[in-house]
């Protein structure tokens, strides 16, 4: 009952944290991606440091991503030139230089390691920030409704496993998901998007429930491939920041592979 408690309050407050800095505009939203990205950064260090012996120093790893997510979200966010985005790829430039110091004997690897933080973490969630300033009639309807579908599929999917799960989902990497509880997240995603287009008054609740479907998948996508990680490295979670829920990374996995598809989804169809 205590770790249900704190848990409980765990995620309000990281929910409220999340939809305060919507609300509040750019620079709040930005600032709190920003301290997501540098921890979510810096669990996936630690993660490759307890497989990796020589893997010792991740500051450069660290560093790159939140220069790499701060330079795609100024640009989302303020419409800046195309061309200020060189200062990313000067930045990856300077991964390689470094690795001429190191001495390690498989520089490929450390590379790719340094490199891996800003794939998998600052850029999916740079993509964040195109939501919240896609031009709509409802400001920022598009990285709530992101929010509250993500939310509403792990909660329905959880709920709708436990009580129904008999067929696994993806039993090598996740032995306890379900296809019953997937099924179950996503129709009730697919509910969340309806609602959002009739409170926007849409005549196209279609587009609006496809957009929810999409985040439900690809954040499922997202939620196993970090499983896939902590399997591999033989940890349950990424990191114990977040009181009853783990690390950072553990609560928006499913924001890495979801963020990019919603973001697709609303620049083609929206």
Do not use: C
């Not at 990796?52 to 450069?60: D, E, M, Q, T």
């Not at 690897?109 to 794939?119: D, G, V």
């Not at 196209?204 to 439900?216: C, K, M, T």
């Not at 920041?241 to 996995?253: E, F, M, T, V």
Request: charged share 10%; no cysteine.
């Amino acid at each position: 009952m205590k770790n249900f408690l704190l848990r409980s309050l765990t995620g309000i407050v990281y929910a409220g944290a999340v939809l305060l800095s919507i609300y509040f505009g750019k620079v709040s939203f930005i600032s709190l991606f920003g301290l997501f990205t540098l921890l979510s950064a810096y669990e996936m260090i630690r993660m490759l440091q307890q497989q990796r012996f020589s893997y010792k120093n991740g500051l450069p790893s660290i560093a790159l991503a939140i220069t790499i997510f701060l330079n795609l979200s100024l640009v989302l966010a303020y419409h800046l030139p195309f061309e200020s985005l060189f200062f990313s790829i000067f930045a990856i430039g300077l991964i390689f230089i470094l690795q001429l110091y190191s001495g390690s004997s498989t520089p490929a690897i450390l590379i790719s390691e340094n490199i891996l933080p800003t794939l998998y973490i600052a850029i999916p969630f740079s993509t964040s920030i195109f939501l919240l300033v896609k031009p709509t009639e409802i400001e920022g309807i598009f990285v709530f409704l992101f929010f509250f579908t993500l939310w509403t599929n792990d909660t329905m999917a959880y709920i709708s496993g436990m009580l129904l799960g008999k067929h696994r989902l993806f039993e090598r990497i996740s032995p306890k998901k379900s296809w019953e509880g997937f099924i179950g997240g996503l129709v009730f995603s697919i509910g969340i998007g309806v609602a959002a287009g009739v409170y926007t008054g849409s005549n196209n609740l279609i587009l609006w429930a496809g957009y929810s479907f999409i985040v439900s998948i690809f954040a499922t996508f997202g939620d196993l491939v970090e499983s896939m990680f902590k399997r591999s490295f033989n940890i349950k979670d990424s990191g114990n920041i977040l009181p009853g829920h783990g690390g950072i990374l553990d609560r928006l996995d499913g924001a890495t592979l979801g963020l990019p598809a919603a973001a697709a989804y609303v620049y083609f169809f929206f």
